[in-house]
């Protein structure tokens, strides 16, 4: 069965501590992997799409890695604005992108 | 507009009524999707549309869930006879149609029913 689990649940980090989140996957024959952002009461907003293992993508403080397993987002010196849940997703192996996300990471960044 | 868009952005619903909820893809984005968002969790799949054809409804709770897409861009999703176990926020997301395109999201309608 498809799934995506992503930890941890909830973070608290100090401003310019850096840290990372997590999102391992199980899907036969990954067709992507995104990352998305969501701030509270708005819809989920477009951060990465990582395809291939050994694959980065940076924005700003942030940096997508993947692996076969799984993937990691990479939060460099952060700041209080990063504060958000972080979803990861993938493709199922049903075909097209109906996609399977994770419960997502609560990131507060305190001043 | 730039992006996907949804209205109601709220909407309050007596147990037992019809709710109709709208997006407005953005423009020329083939594939559209609903998913529906409980609190702290993450979307999850209701149903796609390819244009106006409806190609897969596997993620729609009951038959009282329904969807509709008939001119290929605008879609409504309709639940029946709402139940408390409905409430939730319903996410519209749309594609350009290619196997790796990015969906993007619009804001979301948060239903709440008493």
């Known amino acids: 069965e498809d799934q995506v689990t992503q930890s941890p649940e909830a973070l608290r980090l100090q401003e310019g501590e850096s840290s990372s989140l997590n999102c391992s996957y199980t899907?036969?024959?990954?067709?992507?992997l995104f990352w998305y952002r969501q701030d509270p009461g708005k819809g989920p907003e477009f951060l990465f799409t990582l395809y291939s293992a050994g694959e980065e993508k940076e924005k700003e403080r942030l940096k997508a890695t993947l692996t076969k397993k799984e993937s990691f987002l990479h939060i460099t010196a952060p700041k209080p604005e990063d504060s958000a849940t972080y979803l990861c997703?993938?493709?199922?192996?049903?075909?097209?992108?109906?996609?399977?996300f994770g419960a997502g990471t609560r990131l507060a960044v305190h001043p | 507009g730039a992006g996907v868009s949804q209205s109601p952005r709220y909407k309050v619903a007596k147990r037992g009524q019809d709710v109709a909820l709208r997006c407005d893809p953005i423009s020329g984005h083939v594939s559209l999707f609903w998913y529906q968002q409980a609190l702290g969790q993450g979307p999850e799949f209701l149903t796609y549309f390819q244009n106006e054809a409806q190609l897969d409804k596997s993620g729609l709770p009951s038959d009282r869930f329904f969807a509709e897409r008939p001119e290929g861009s605008v879609s409504t999703l309709k639940i029946q006879r709402t139940q408390q176990e409905d409430s939730a926020v319903y996410l519209c997301a749309s594609s350009l149609g290619g196997m790796k395109e990015t969906q993007y999201f619009g804001p979301g309608t948060r239903l709440l029913v008493l």
């Open positions: 997703a993938v493709p199922t192996s049903g075909g097209y992108n109906k996609l399977i």
């Open positions: 899907v036969s024959g990954l067709r992507g």
